[in-house]
């Protein structure tokens, strides 16, 4: 089974300052024959459903802010905020979606305003 | 709008059985393979079932594999997940979520707002 796992487990940041959150995989999510990487992105608020906010590795959901992006491939991933906002207070996970339908998650990092 | 409303949560005992529903719309239900993702209180995420589109396969996680069922009836846009033998560690929000293919292989793309299961004695 592939593991994934994220780093740190909680990050405070300064408003307008650019948070960076790291996801790690135990094994390559990356599919030779079509060069795409199975991981996305969720952020869940307190009290919310998680919500996602990039497929592919890179591919940014629509409607979700441009501060958010997402990098990496092969076992190691980024969430970057470029900026960080209040309303970006929440846990954010990984997921691959390489070996479905045995999905795995990441197991959240709790972003906070420093 | 899509949208995704579990319903069926309640406080029940180790060993019974439990059903909750997903009620889908604002999409073409019968287009989109669905599955059941579960957090326990303070915890994170853990993926639980799958179904494709049309209902024909079916995948579990080993944690529930064998005690819980999931299925789907397109005619009523509606999800479900049969729950047997019940345990403490059950306990948790259920949430629905929308697969963005047909066959469940891929990420989820909506969710419902989730569904309290708590299993105690």
């Known amino acids: 089974d592939i593991v994934m796992t994220q780093s740190p487990d909680s990050l405070a940041v300064s408003l307008g300052e650019r948070a960076t959150i790291n996801c790690k995989s135990s094994r390559s999510v990356l599919y030779s024959s079509n060069n795409k990487n199975y991981l996305a992105w969720y952020q869940q608020k307190p009290g919310q459903p998680p919500k996602l906010l990039i497929y592919w590795a890179s591919t940014r959901e629509s409607g979700v802010p441009d501060r958010f992006s997402g990098s990496g491939s092969g076992t190691d991933f980024t969430l970057t905020i470029s900026s960080l906002q209040a309303e970006d207070v929440a846990v954010y996970y990984c997921?691959?979606?390489?070996?479905?339908?045995?999905?795995?998650f990441g197991q959240g990092t709790k972003l906070e305003i420093k | 709008q899509v949208q995704l409303v579990e319903s069926g949560g309640d406080v029940v005992q180790p060993g019974t059985s439990l059903r909750l529903s997903c009620a889908a719309s604002g999409f073409i239900f019968s287009s989109y393979a669905m599955h059941w993702v579960r957090q326990a209180p303070g915890k994170g995420l853990e993926w639980v079932a799958a179904t494709s589109f049309d209902g024909s396969n079916e995948y579990y996680a080993d944690s529930v594999k064998g005690r819980f069922t999931i299925s789907r009836d397109n005619s009523k846009n509606t999800l479900y997940l049969q729950m047997s033998s019940l345990r403490t560690e059950d306990t948790a929000v259920y949430y629905c979520?929308?697969?963005?293919?047909?066959?469940?292989?891929?990420?989820?793309?909506?969710w419902g707002q989730g569904n309290l299961v708590t299993v105690s004695s």
């Open positions: 979520a929308r697969d963005r293919g047909l066959y469940g292989d891929a990420f989820f793309d909506y």
């Open positions: 997921l691959q979606y390489y070996t479905t339908p045995q999905y795995a």
